[in-house]
């Protein structure tokens, strides 16, 4: 990456004072009436979003802020209206199975999530009555919901004076001021850069405004820097160095780990299953048994790790798939056997025809796929994902809808 020439930006406490240690006139600052009324012509209708003057839904922008973790806006669009539609209320999620909102969120990835999900779900009904805390400070004591998460709903929901700062809004503040720190020990600088800009009136349009913005016209390649409400006071473009923005930290190579997965085929056409351990990665989802995933895993003792006695084949190819920390390679081994035998402890058989029910996340779909083939009914399409590590406290990167 090319090193930014422009001096970096330290964040003051107001824009046109951040716009004075650049040497530029506070007249030429970024104001937030700016992106306001580029935000009231482009706003992008998405099915959480409340319409102009309707009042927003906080269910609605927890669960959206929820899913678009790590996952792009177009990605998150059908699972949103599929788990809204099976779980329309708060109370109607914290009442579920836990089993039913892991099967809903299958295919979205980041199973933690989930599990946060429904633990805050419960949390709402069981401690304010089935009503979001409005501020900050009640919102981040509730499960899943870190720093930008809180600064999102609280902003969007209850229209509080907040920094949502995600991925997109990172790019855009880095360029504006141009932020030459690398992500993410610029982090707080763009926060407070961030909240600077935000108005008392409008403060959750001006979230929108500014996620959108990053999402149609500051993207992370070729931006549309000509369309931009903010293209006179951005620092980063008059340089002629936007793309080199935001700057980041070189990344750790990630390590492989490999390991074998049994799919054991009854005459019936039961699949043999079993479910993850609750906690760690894929909790509580659905997978076909396996081994430990490891970096010196051995596949041609494979077989020592089998579920049960079988004519064992081990199939052509591995099955590869990424984590945010971590690329897999998992050998299958697929085996037939008689009807009516019975699962190892802890396992279980599910009909061929029931296996779309199961809680299967997408690594665990192409598994079954590499064995049984394209037409058993386990394959939902994956969901994009956006670049970069997931973020415990809730950081995500929206993509482009």
Known sequence: ??????????????????????????ETAPTADDLLAWYDRHRRALPWRAKPGETADPYRVWLSEIMLQQTTVMAVKP???????????????????SEEVMNAWAGL??????????ACAKAVVAEHGGRFPDTEDGLRGLPGIGAYTAGAIAAIAFDRVAAAVDGNVERVMTRLFAIAE?????KPAVREATLALV??????DFAQGLMDLGATICTPKRPACALCPWMAPCAARRAGEAEVYPVKAPKKARETRRGAAFVVERADGAILLRTRA?????GAMAEPPGSAWAPDYVASRA????????RWKRLDGVVRHVFTHFALEVSVLHARVAAGTPAPEGMRFTAREALGDEPLPSVMRKILAHALGPGVPVARAEPAKTAGPAEPEGQKARGAA
Do not use: C, W
């Open 1 to 26: 990456m090319v090193a930014p020439t422009t001096a970096p930006l330290e964040a003051d406490s107001h824009a046109s004072g951040a716009a004075q240690a650049r040497g530029r006139a506070p």
């Open 79 to 97: 699972y949103f209206e599929r788990f809204l539609a099976r779980f329309p209320t708060v109370e109607a999620l914290a009442a579920a199975p």
């Open 109 to 118: 990835g980041y199973y933690s999530r989930a599990r946060n999900l429904h």
């Open 182 to 186: 690398p992500i993410p020990k610029a």
């Open 199 to 204: 108005p008392t009136d409008r403060p959750g």
């Open 278 to 282: 609750p906690e760690g990665l894929l």
């Open 303 to 310: 077989i020592l790790d089998a579920p049960l006695e079988a």
